[in-house]
């Protein structure tokens, strides 16, 4: 999770990023979350329509959340490669 190079001292001032290696379990526990809550959704409207619109609203919601976490990861990954650039210079 922790690059090896990781000190305490980056930690506190925050020179490297933590949230990077903590997304793959952001996103498997909000993906969890999700279908719970769905399927409690579908449990309790007991019908065909109920059930239909939940899977729709399962595929819907998996699908925000990973473009969400997707996007997360990106503005990280160019704040990476900007560091490697000033570190360069």
Known sequence: MFPKDFQAKDLLYLNKMVTPGLMTIVYWGFC???????????IRMASLSGIILGLLLMVLTLFYV???????IVLFKINSNLQKIADKE
């Open 32 to 42: 969890a979350i999700s279908i719970l809550s769905i399927l409690a959704f579908i």
């Open 66 to 72: 990973r473009v969400i976490c997707e996007v997360l």
